[in-house]
Protein backbone atom coordinates (compact mmCIF):
# COMPACT_ATOMS: atom_id res chain seq x y z
CA UNK A 1 0.00 0.00 0.00
CA UNK A 2 1.37 3.20 -1.10
CA UNK A 3 2.18 5.71 1.75
CA UNK A 4 0.42 8.61 1.50
CA UNK A 5 2.09 11.99 0.30
CA UNK A 6 1.97 14.93 2.61
CA UNK A 7 1.79 18.35 1.40
CA UNK A 8 3.83 20.73 3.17
CA UNK A 9 3.15 24.06 3.52
CA UNK A 10 6.05 26.79 2.14
CA UNK A 11 7.94 28.49 4.91
CA UNK A 12 7.74 32.16 3.61
CA UNK A 13 7.82 35.60 4.56
CA UNK A 14 5.13 38.52 2.95
CA UNK A 15 7.18 41.14 0.97
CA UNK A 16 7.66 43.88 2.75
CA UNK A 17 7.88 42.31 6.32
CA UNK A 18 10.67 40.47 8.61
CA UNK A 19 11.15 37.77 10.81
CA UNK A 20 13.92 38.85 14.09
CA UNK A 21 15.94 35.72 14.91
CA UNK A 22 18.19 36.21 18.19
CA UNK A 23 21.13 37.85 15.64
CA UNK A 24 18.48 40.08 15.37
CA UNK A 25 16.71 41.21 18.65
CA UNK A 26 19.39 41.21 20.92
CA UNK A 27 21.39 44.30 19.55
CA UNK A 28 18.10 45.59 19.17
CA UNK A 29 16.82 45.30 22.24
CA UNK A 30 20.38 46.69 23.48
CA UNK A 31 20.04 49.77 21.44
CA UNK A 32 16.32 50.15 22.91
CA UNK A 33 17.12 49.73 26.45
CA UNK A 34 20.22 53.19 25.57
CA UNK A 35 17.19 55.05 24.05
CA UNK A 36 14.84 54.15 26.74
CA UNK A 37 17.15 55.45 29.72
CA UNK A 38 17.35 58.95 27.48
CA UNK A 39 13.86 59.03 27.48
CA UNK A 40 13.18 58.56 31.20
CA UNK A 41 16.02 60.97 32.19
CA UNK A 42 14.24 63.81 30.18
CA UNK A 43 10.97 63.29 32.08
CA UNK A 44 8.91 61.01 29.70
CA UNK A 45 6.61 58.44 30.52
CA UNK A 46 5.63 55.07 28.87
CA UNK A 47 2.44 54.59 27.17
CA UNK A 48 0.69 51.67 24.69
CA UNK A 49 -2.05 51.70 22.24
CA UNK A 50 -3.40 49.37 20.44
CA UNK A 51 -2.38 48.09 17.01
CA UNK A 52 -5.74 48.58 15.54
CA UNK A 53 -7.65 52.01 15.31
CA UNK A 54 -10.65 52.91 13.51
CA UNK A 55 -10.47 54.00 10.41
CA UNK A 56 -11.73 57.77 10.59
CA UNK A 57 -8.94 58.04 13.66
CA UNK A 58 -6.32 57.73 11.22
CA UNK A 59 -7.58 58.43 8.16
CA UNK A 60 -6.31 62.35 6.72
CA UNK A 61 -4.44 62.41 9.40
CA UNK A 62 -1.56 62.09 7.56
CA UNK A 63 -2.64 63.26 4.27
CA UNK A 64 -3.48 61.42 0.75
CA UNK A 65 -0.19 59.74 0.72
CA UNK A 66 -0.53 58.40 4.13
CA UNK A 67 -4.50 57.27 3.31
CA UNK A 68 -2.88 55.40 0.08
CA UNK A 69 -0.49 53.50 2.60
CA UNK A 70 -3.39 52.19 5.42
CA UNK A 71 -3.73 48.47 5.68
CA UNK A 72 -7.62 48.36 6.14
CA UNK A 73 -9.65 46.06 7.80
CA UNK A 74 -13.12 45.29 9.27
CA UNK A 75 -13.62 44.61 12.74
CA UNK A 76 -15.71 41.21 13.73
CA UNK A 77 -18.88 43.52 14.20
CA UNK A 78 -18.28 44.87 10.82
CA UNK A 79 -16.58 48.37 11.71
CA UNK A 80 -14.06 49.87 9.18
CA UNK A 81 -10.24 49.94 10.88
CA UNK A 82 -6.77 50.04 10.02
CA UNK A 83 -3.31 49.19 11.64
CA UNK A 84 -1.90 52.55 12.88
CA UNK A 85 0.22 54.16 10.43
CA UNK A 86 2.40 55.93 13.21
CA UNK A 87 2.46 56.26 17.00
CA UNK A 88 1.70 60.19 16.76
CA UNK A 89 -2.29 60.29 15.56
CA UNK A 90 -2.91 57.85 18.80
CA UNK A 91 -1.33 59.56 20.98
CA UNK A 92 -3.35 62.53 20.26
CA UNK A 93 -6.51 60.55 20.02
CA UNK A 94 -6.01 59.47 23.86
CA UNK A 95 -5.01 63.06 24.70
CA UNK A 96 -8.65 64.14 23.82
CA UNK A 97 -9.78 60.49 25.38
CA UNK A 98 -8.36 60.87 28.83
CA UNK A 99 -8.21 64.53 29.64
CA UNK A 100 -8.30 64.24 33.18
CA UNK A 101 -5.67 61.40 33.60
CA UNK A 102 -3.10 62.68 30.99
CA UNK A 103 -3.23 66.35 32.21
CA UNK A 104 -0.96 68.63 30.44
CA UNK A 105 1.59 69.87 30.54
CA UNK A 106 2.73 65.58 29.66
CA UNK A 107 5.56 64.04 28.36
CA UNK A 108 5.00 59.69 27.31
CA UNK A 109 7.54 57.76 25.20
CA UNK A 110 5.97 54.36 23.12
CA UNK A 111 7.26 51.48 21.41
CA UNK A 112 5.44 49.86 18.53
CA UNK A 113 4.98 48.15 15.76
CA UNK A 114 3.31 50.28 12.75
CA UNK A 115 2.44 49.21 8.78
CA UNK A 116 2.39 51.50 5.95
CA UNK A 117 1.75 49.46 2.19
CA UNK A 118 4.71 51.32 0.79
CA UNK A 119 7.63 50.16 -1.15
CA UNK A 120 9.94 48.17 0.95
CA UNK A 121 14.08 49.29 0.59
CA UNK A 122 17.02 49.16 2.15
CA UNK A 123 15.87 49.09 6.33
CA UNK A 124 12.37 49.95 4.69
CA UNK A 125 9.78 47.67 5.54
CA UNK A 126 5.75 47.69 5.51
CA UNK A 127 6.03 46.77 9.22
CA UNK A 128 8.64 48.56 11.39
CA UNK A 129 8.85 49.47 14.67
CA UNK A 130 9.09 53.19 15.93
CA UNK A 131 9.94 54.59 19.19
CA UNK A 132 8.16 57.60 20.24
CA UNK A 133 8.79 60.82 22.52
CA UNK A 134 6.19 63.09 22.84
CA UNK A 135 5.68 66.71 24.37
CA UNK A 136 1.70 67.73 24.78
CA UNK A 137 0.61 70.78 26.10
CA UNK A 138 3.07 73.80 25.28
CA UNK A 139 3.68 75.99 22.58
CA UNK A 140 7.16 77.10 23.57
CA UNK A 141 10.04 76.01 21.04
CA UNK A 142 12.09 75.32 24.39
CA UNK A 143 10.34 71.43 24.13
CA UNK A 144 11.20 71.24 20.40
CA UNK A 145 14.85 71.92 21.81
CA UNK A 146 14.64 69.17 24.30
CA UNK A 147 13.22 66.74 21.59
CA UNK A 148 16.20 67.80 19.21
CA UNK A 149 18.90 67.16 22.37
CA UNK A 150 17.56 63.92 23.11
CA UNK A 151 18.34 62.63 19.27
CA UNK A 152 21.56 64.20 19.34
CA UNK A 153 21.78 62.11 23.03
CA UNK A 154 20.75 58.77 21.45
CA UNK A 155 23.17 59.08 18.41
CA UNK A 156 25.80 59.76 20.32
CA UNK A 157 25.10 57.14 23.06
CA UNK A 158 24.63 54.77 20.10
CA UNK A 159 28.57 55.61 19.18
CA UNK A 160 27.66 57.35 15.86
CA UNK A 161 29.20 60.50 15.39
CA UNK A 162 28.74 61.48 11.80
CA UNK A 163 25.12 62.36 12.12
CA UNK A 164 23.08 65.40 11.31
CA UNK A 165 19.90 66.30 12.63
CA UNK A 166 18.31 68.61 10.36
CA UNK A 167 15.79 70.97 11.44
CA UNK A 168 13.37 73.65 9.33
CA UNK A 169 10.16 75.50 10.29
CA UNK A 170 7.21 74.89 8.76
CA UNK A 171 5.81 78.61 9.60
CA UNK A 172 9.19 79.64 7.63
CA UNK A 173 8.18 77.24 4.20
CA UNK A 174 4.48 79.04 4.72
CA UNK A 175 5.97 82.46 4.93
CA UNK A 176 7.76 82.03 1.66
CA UNK A 177 5.05 80.54 -0.01
CA UNK A 178 2.43 83.04 1.16
CA UNK A 179 4.99 85.62 -0.40
CA UNK A 180 5.22 83.94 -3.97
CA UNK A 181 1.44 84.17 -3.99
CA UNK A 182 1.24 80.05 -3.58
CA UNK A 183 -2.12 80.40 -0.55
CA UNK A 184 -4.06 77.61 -1.28
CA UNK A 185 -3.94 74.76 0.58
CA UNK A 186 -3.30 72.05 -2.03
CA UNK A 187 -0.61 73.91 -3.37
CA UNK A 188 0.87 74.51 -0.90
CA UNK A 189 1.52 70.64 0.51
CA UNK A 190 2.27 70.11 -3.67
CA UNK A 191 5.24 72.36 -3.38
CA UNK A 192 6.70 70.43 -0.01
CA UNK A 193 5.65 67.14 -1.44
CA UNK A 194 8.34 67.90 -4.65
CA UNK A 195 10.54 69.99 -2.21
CA UNK A 196 11.01 66.87 0.07
CA UNK A 197 12.05 64.63 -2.60
CA UNK A 198 15.17 67.21 -3.42
CA UNK A 199 17.85 64.68 -1.19
CA UNK A 200 16.08 62.01 -3.95
CA UNK A 201 16.11 63.67 -7.14
CA UNK A 202 18.05 66.39 -7.19
CA UNK A 203 17.61 70.20 -7.66
CA UNK A 204 17.34 70.22 -11.41
CA UNK A 205 14.30 67.55 -11.01
CA UNK A 206 12.81 69.93 -8.07
CA UNK A 207 12.74 72.54 -10.62
CA UNK A 208 11.20 70.35 -13.60
CA UNK A 209 8.43 69.22 -10.92
CA UNK A 210 7.49 72.55 -10.02
CA UNK A 211 7.27 74.45 -13.45
CA UNK A 212 6.13 72.36 -16.39
CA UNK A 213 6.90 68.36 -15.12
CA UNK A 214 9.67 65.82 -16.20
CA UNK A 215 10.12 62.47 -17.03
CA UNK A 216 11.09 59.98 -14.53
CA UNK A 217 13.94 57.09 -14.32
CA UNK A 218 10.86 54.16 -15.56
CA UNK A 219 9.74 56.30 -18.47
CA UNK A 220 6.27 57.69 -16.47
CA UNK A 221 5.46 61.30 -16.76
CA UNK A 222 5.23 64.04 -13.69
CA UNK A 223 3.05 66.89 -14.18
CA UNK A 224 4.80 70.01 -13.06
CA UNK A 225 2.98 72.45 -10.72
CA UNK A 226 3.56 75.51 -13.44
CA UNK A 227 4.79 77.87 -11.66
CA UNK A 228 6.73 80.62 -13.57
CA UNK A 229 10.32 80.92 -13.90
CA UNK A 230 10.64 83.55 -11.47
CA UNK A 231 8.64 81.93 -8.29
CA UNK A 232 10.61 78.71 -8.93
CA UNK A 233 14.01 80.75 -8.67
CA UNK A 234 13.08 82.02 -5.35
CA UNK A 235 11.91 78.74 -4.16
CA UNK A 236 14.84 77.16 -5.07
CA UNK A 237 16.97 79.98 -3.71
CA UNK A 238 15.17 79.39 -0.10
CA UNK A 239 15.85 75.66 -0.11
CA UNK A 240 19.43 75.90 -1.20
CA UNK A 241 20.45 78.40 1.89
CA UNK A 242 23.35 77.24 3.88
CA UNK A 243 25.19 78.50 6.63
CA UNK A 244 28.23 77.74 9.22
CA UNK A 245 25.84 78.06 12.36
CA UNK A 246 22.56 77.94 13.20
CA UNK A 247 22.56 81.75 13.39
CA UNK A 248 23.78 82.52 10.48
CA UNK A 249 20.72 80.57 8.63
CA UNK A 250 18.73 82.56 10.50
CA UNK A 251 20.32 85.91 9.38
CA UNK A 252 20.38 84.60 6.07
CA UNK A 253 16.54 83.48 6.01
CA UNK A 254 15.58 87.41 7.31
CA UNK A 255 17.79 88.61 4.00
CA UNK A 256 15.84 85.83 1.40
CA UNK A 257 12.46 86.60 2.81
CA UNK A 258 10.15 89.58 2.58
CA UNK A 259 9.36 91.71 5.62
CA UNK A 260 5.79 89.97 6.29
CA UNK A 261 4.24 89.41 9.48
CA UNK A 262 4.43 85.65 8.91
CA UNK A 263 8.12 86.05 7.97
CA UNK A 264 9.00 87.78 10.98
CA UNK A 265 7.19 85.39 13.30
CA UNK A 266 8.55 82.64 11.33
CA UNK A 267 12.04 83.62 11.76
CA UNK A 268 11.66 85.27 14.94
CA UNK A 269 10.81 81.41 15.98
CA UNK A 270 14.02 80.11 14.64
CA UNK A 271 15.97 82.60 16.52
CA UNK A 272 14.24 81.44 19.74
CA UNK A 273 15.14 77.72 18.99
CA UNK A 274 18.30 78.41 18.06
CA UNK A 275 19.26 80.67 21.41
CA UNK A 276 17.20 77.31 22.85
CA UNK A 277 19.70 74.87 21.04
CA UNK A 278 22.42 77.00 22.84
CA UNK A 279 21.62 76.90 25.66
CA UNK A 280 20.84 72.90 26.18
CA UNK A 281 24.50 72.73 24.32
CA UNK A 282 23.59 71.09 21.75
CA UNK A 283 26.47 71.55 18.86
CA UNK A 284 25.82 73.00 15.41
CA UNK A 285 27.45 70.46 13.61
CA UNK A 286 25.30 67.82 14.57
CA UNK A 287 22.23 70.27 15.05
CA UNK A 288 21.73 72.15 11.63
CA UNK A 289 19.01 74.43 10.03
CA UNK A 290 18.73 73.61 6.56
CA UNK A 291 15.29 75.41 4.83
CA UNK A 292 15.48 72.41 2.06
CA UNK A 293 13.63 70.04 5.19
CA UNK A 294 9.95 69.69 4.42
CA UNK A 295 9.02 66.22 5.72
CA UNK A 296 6.13 65.02 4.63
CA UNK A 297 3.26 64.44 6.92
CA UNK A 298 0.69 67.04 6.78
CA UNK A 299 -0.07 67.41 10.28
CA UNK A 300 3.15 69.36 11.23
CA UNK A 301 2.89 73.34 12.44
CA UNK A 302 5.98 74.42 13.24
CA UNK A 303 9.60 73.18 14.03
CA UNK A 304 10.45 70.07 11.84
CA UNK A 305 13.70 67.98 12.24
CA UNK A 306 15.40 64.46 11.36
CA UNK A 307 18.54 62.46 11.84
CA UNK A 308 20.78 61.16 9.23
CA UNK A 309 23.65 59.73 9.42
CA UNK A 310 26.39 61.50 7.01
CA UNK A 311 28.20 58.33 5.55
CA UNK A 312 25.12 56.02 5.41
CA UNK A 313 22.89 58.13 3.67
CA UNK A 314 21.03 54.72 1.36
CA UNK A 315 19.00 54.55 4.90
CA UNK A 316 17.61 57.90 4.39
CA UNK A 317 16.02 59.40 8.28
CA UNK A 318 16.31 57.60 11.11
CA UNK A 319 14.62 59.76 13.61
CA UNK A 320 12.02 62.45 12.49
CA UNK A 321 9.09 64.50 14.05
CA UNK A 322 8.24 67.97 14.63
CA UNK A 323 5.70 70.11 15.98
CA UNK A 324 2.09 69.15 15.54
CA UNK A 325 -0.19 71.81 17.42
CA UNK A 326 -3.37 71.31 15.03
CA UNK A 327 -3.72 67.41 15.79
CA UNK A 328 -5.34 66.69 18.75
CA UNK A 329 -8.01 69.34 17.52
CA UNK A 330 -9.28 66.55 15.13
CA UNK A 331 -11.19 64.71 18.10
CA UNK A 332 -12.16 67.59 20.64
CA UNK A 333 -12.69 71.08 20.32
CA UNK A 334 -9.65 72.60 21.45
CA UNK A 335 -6.09 72.45 20.61
CA UNK A 336 -3.27 70.74 22.58
CA UNK A 337 0.10 72.09 21.19
CA UNK A 338 2.34 69.27 21.04
CA UNK A 339 5.87 68.17 19.64
CA UNK A 340 7.69 65.09 19.13
CA UNK A 341 9.66 62.74 17.37
CA UNK A 342 10.03 58.78 16.39
CA UNK A 343 12.52 56.72 16.12
CA UNK A 344 12.72 54.25 13.06
CA UNK A 345 13.97 51.37 15.00
CA UNK A 346 14.68 49.08 11.79
CA UNK A 347 16.04 51.52 9.79
CA UNK A 348 18.20 52.46 12.26
CA UNK A 349 19.68 48.77 13.43
CA UNK A 350 19.54 48.43 9.75
CA UNK A 351 22.31 51.52 9.64
CA UNK A 352 23.94 50.63 12.30
CA UNK A 353 24.55 47.24 11.37
CA UNK A 354 25.81 48.14 7.91
CA UNK A 355 28.55 50.91 9.92
CA UNK A 356 29.31 47.90 12.29
CA UNK A 357 28.60 50.02 15.29
CA UNK A 358 26.02 46.89 16.84
CA UNK A 359 26.85 43.61 17.79
CA UNK A 360 26.02 40.33 15.91
CA UNK A 361 25.65 37.75 19.08
CA UNK A 362 23.43 35.21 18.33
CA UNK A 363 21.98 33.97 22.18
CA UNK A 364 22.30 35.84 25.31
CA UNK A 365 24.31 32.92 27.22
CA UNK A 366 27.35 33.45 28.60
CA UNK A 367 28.23 29.82 30.00
CA UNK A 368 26.84 26.25 28.75
CA UNK A 369 27.26 23.40 31.43
CA UNK A 370 28.85 20.90 29.32
CA UNK A 371 28.29 17.26 30.97
CA UNK A 372 29.70 14.34 30.15
CA UNK A 373 30.22 10.22 31.44
CA UNK A 374 26.55 10.03 32.40
CA UNK A 375 26.42 12.93 34.65
CA UNK A 376 22.95 13.14 35.87
CA UNK A 377 20.58 16.00 34.04
CA UNK A 378 20.26 17.37 38.03
CA UNK A 379 23.88 17.45 38.09
CA UNK A 380 23.78 19.42 35.43
CA UNK A 381 21.05 21.95 36.90
CA UNK A 382 22.64 22.62 39.75
CA UNK A 383 25.99 24.04 37.71
CA UNK A 384 24.23 26.02 36.03
CA UNK A 385 21.40 27.41 38.88
CA UNK A 386 24.63 28.47 41.03
CA UNK A 387 26.01 30.20 37.83
CA UNK A 388 22.46 32.00 37.39
CA UNK A 389 22.12 33.01 40.72
CA UNK A 390 25.71 34.70 40.66
CA UNK A 391 24.35 36.75 37.79
CA UNK A 392 25.64 34.61 35.34
CA UNK A 393 23.85 33.72 31.98
CA UNK A 394 24.02 30.24 32.21
CA UNK A 395 22.57 27.26 29.82
CA UNK A 396 22.94 23.38 30.55
CA UNK A 397 22.77 21.52 27.10
CA UNK A 398 20.30 18.70 26.99
CA UNK A 399 20.33 17.47 23.75
CA UNK A 400 19.88 13.89 22.09
CA UNK A 401 23.75 13.53 21.37
CA UNK A 402 25.93 14.20 24.38
CA UNK A 403 29.23 13.68 23.03
CA UNK A 404 31.94 16.51 24.03
CA UNK A 405 32.23 17.61 20.26
CA UNK A 406 28.59 17.73 19.79
CA UNK A 407 27.93 20.62 22.95
CA UNK A 408 31.12 22.07 22.08
CA UNK A 409 30.26 22.70 18.39
CA UNK A 410 26.91 23.96 19.60
CA UNK A 411 28.81 26.62 21.70
CA UNK A 412 30.61 27.37 18.61
CA UNK A 413 27.52 28.16 16.37
CA UNK A 414 26.10 30.11 18.74
CA UNK A 415 29.35 32.06 20.03
CA UNK A 416 28.85 31.37 23.40
CA UNK A 417 32.09 32.42 25.72
CA UNK A 418 32.29 30.19 28.44
CA UNK A 419 31.98 26.18 28.68
CA UNK A 420 31.90 24.15 31.92
CA UNK A 421 32.78 20.84 31.35
CA UNK A 422 31.94 18.03 34.26
CA UNK A 423 32.37 14.47 33.29
CA UNK A 424 32.72 11.68 36.22
CA UNK A 425 35.90 12.22 37.23
CA UNK A 426 35.30 15.70 37.53
CA UNK A 427 32.47 15.42 39.50
CA UNK A 428 33.77 12.62 41.64
CA UNK A 429 36.74 15.24 42.51
CA UNK A 430 34.39 17.66 43.21
CA UNK A 431 35.87 19.68 40.38
CA UNK A 432 35.38 21.39 37.03
CA UNK A 433 37.12 22.07 33.63
CA UNK A 434 36.15 25.78 32.58
CA UNK A 435 36.91 26.84 29.30
CA UNK A 436 37.24 30.47 27.41
CA UNK A 437 35.88 29.51 24.27
CA UNK A 438 36.52 32.30 22.74
CA UNK A 439 40.49 32.48 23.48
CA UNK A 440 41.24 28.74 21.39
CA UNK A 441 39.26 29.57 18.48
CA UNK A 442 41.17 33.08 18.05
CA UNK A 443 44.14 30.78 18.69
CA UNK A 444 43.56 28.04 16.18
CA UNK A 445 42.42 31.02 13.67
CA UNK A 446 46.14 30.95 11.78
CA UNK A 447 47.51 27.84 12.21
CA UNK A 448 48.06 25.54 10.09
CA UNK A 449 49.91 22.40 11.79
CA UNK A 450 47.67 19.75 12.80
CA UNK A 451 49.00 19.08 16.13
CA UNK A 452 49.88 22.55 16.62
CA UNK A 453 45.76 23.22 15.87
CA UNK A 454 44.93 20.27 18.24
CA UNK A 455 46.90 21.71 21.43
CA UNK A 456 45.66 25.15 20.47
CA UNK A 457 42.28 23.57 20.98
CA UNK A 458 43.50 23.48 25.15
CA UNK A 459 43.76 27.06 25.20
CA UNK A 460 42.26 28.88 27.98
CA UNK A 461 40.87 25.26 29.80
CA UNK A 462 41.29 24.96 33.68
CA UNK A 463 40.79 22.88 36.48
CA UNK A 464 39.31 24.46 39.72
CA UNK A 465 37.50 23.32 42.38
CA UNK A 466 33.46 23.68 42.01
CA UNK A 467 33.72 26.73 44.99
CA UNK A 468 35.66 28.40 42.17
CA UNK A 469 33.76 27.91 39.34
CA UNK A 470 31.66 30.89 39.89
CA UNK A 471 35.00 33.35 40.29
CA UNK A 472 36.61 31.59 36.96
CA UNK A 473 33.93 32.04 34.85
CA UNK A 474 33.02 35.87 35.98
CA UNK A 475 37.06 36.44 35.25
CA UNK A 476 36.86 35.24 31.79
CA UNK A 477 33.63 37.31 31.03
CA UNK A 478 35.26 40.19 31.90
CA UNK A 479 38.90 39.76 30.95
Not at 2 to 13: G, N, Q, Y
Not at 29 to 51: M, N, R
Not at 213 to 219: A, N
Not at 468 to 474: A, G, N
Request: charged share 25%; net charge negative; hydrophobic share 45%.
Amino acid sequence: MMSELKLFVEPRTLKGFQDLLPEDLIPRKAVVAVIESIFQKYGFSPLETPALEHLDVLLGAGGEETNKELFRLESPEGEPIALRFDLTVPFARLLAQYPDKLKAPFRRYAMGSVWRADKPGPGRFRQFTQFDVDAAGSESVAVDAEIIAVMCEVMDALGVSDYAVVINNRKVIDALLLSCGIGELPRQKHVLRVIDKLNKVGMANVRLELGLGRIDDSGDPIPGMGLDDATIDKVVTFVGLKGGTRAEVVARLTEALPSTEETIAAVAEMQTLADALAALGVSEAHAVFDPSLARGLDYYTGPVFETVIRSAPEFGSVMGGGRYDGLVSRFMDRAIPSTGMSVGLDRLLAALAHLGAVSTAKTSVQALVVSLGGVPDAESLRIASELRAAGIRAEAYFGAKRSMKVQLSHADHYEIPVAIIVGGDELAAGVVSVKDLLAGKRERADIGDREAYRQAGKAGQVTVPRAEMVETVKGLLQG
